[in-house]
C-alpha cells in the first residue's frame, strides 16, 4: 500500500538526482518554494498529507522525467506491493459496451498495463485522453488514472459515463440522491445537470500525466 512518506522520499530522491533541494527543484517546476517543505508534509491537525497531483506533474515535466522513473524512486524507497500494473484504456474505447461492468470497472484482459503506485484500489486504469474535449485541463496524449472505488467529493474532477454511452470528463460541483451537477472543464462545453438515474457511472480523477 502507498505511504505519504514513500511520496515525498521519492520526491526528495529526485531532487537529488537532479541537482536541487527540494525548494529548488519546487522553484524550478515553477511552483512555490515551499511547496515541498517539511512544514507542508503534515497538516495542523498532525496528520501527514499528499502532495497534490499537479504539484508532482510539475516536477516531472521540469526535470524530463517519465512516471515511470517517478515509480521507480517509489519502488527504491518503499517496502514491497508499492507498485501496482493498470490497464490502460482509450478515450474512444470507453463509450462502447462491453469494456465496463456496471460499476466502472474495466472488463475482460489484453490491455496494455502501465506501472503506478498502489493506492489501494485494484480497478484503477489509465484513461489516454484524444481529442480536444477536455482542453484545456487535458490534452490530446495525456493520460489520466481513474480510481473507480475512491470517494468522491465536492469540487473533484471526476469522468462520467451516461447509460446512453456518453464519456465526458467534468468538475463535480454537487451529487444529490436525484441529480449530478457538473462544471464543465473546458468552457467551449456547458455545464451540465444530469439525473442520477441516467448515469451509469461517476469516478473520481486522482492523477493527471501532463
Avoid: C
Avoid at 37 to 57: C, F, H, L
Avoid at 81 to 90: A, C, E, F, L, S
Avoid at 99 to 114: H, N
Avoid at 175 to 197: F, G, P, R, Y
Wanted: hydrophobic share 35%; charged share 25%.
Amino acid at each position: 500500500m502507498l505511504r505519504h512518506q514513500d511520496i515525498w522520499r521519492a520526491i526528495d530522491r529526485l531532487a537529488q538526482e537532479n541537482g536541487f533541494s527540494a525548494s529548488g527543484l519546487a522553484r524550478r517546476a515553477g511552483l512555490d518554494p515551499t511547496t515541498f517543505n517539511k512544514s507542508k508534509r503534515i497538516a495542523r491537525d498532525g496528520k501527514p498529507r499528499w502532495p497534490t497531483t499537479e504539484s508532482v506533474s510539475k516536477i516531472l515535466k521540469a526535470t524530463s522525467s517519465t512516471m515511470g522513473q517517478f515509480v521507480a524512486l517509489l519502488s527504491d524507497s518503499a517496502e514491497g506491493g508499492v507498485i501496482h500494473r493498470i490497464p490502460i484504456i482509450g478515450y474512444a474505447q470507453t463509450g462502447r459496451d462491453g469494456f465496463f461492468d456496471d460499476a466502472g470497472y474495466p472488463t475482460g484482459t489484453g490491455w496494455d498495463e502501465v506501472d503506478f503506485p498502489n493506492i489501494g484500489d485494484n480497478h484503477a486504469y489509465a484513461l489516454e485522453v484524444s481529442g480536444k474535449s477536455m482542453e484545456p485541463v487535458y490534452r490530446d496524449g495525456d493520460t489520466i488514472i481513474i480510481s473507480p472505488q475512491a470517494s468522491v467529493r465536492r469540487g473533484d474532477r471526476v469522468v462520467v459515463r451516461t447509460k446512453s454511452g456518453e464519456i465526458m470528463a467534468k468538475q463535480l460541483v454537487r451529487q444529490t440522491a436525484h441529480k449530478i451537477e457538473l462544471l464543465s472543464v473546458n468552457k467551449d462545453h456547458d455545464d451540465i445537470m444530469l439525473n442520477t438515474d441516467d448515469v451509469e457511472w461517476l469516478a473520481r480523477i486522482i492523477w493527471a500525466s501532463q
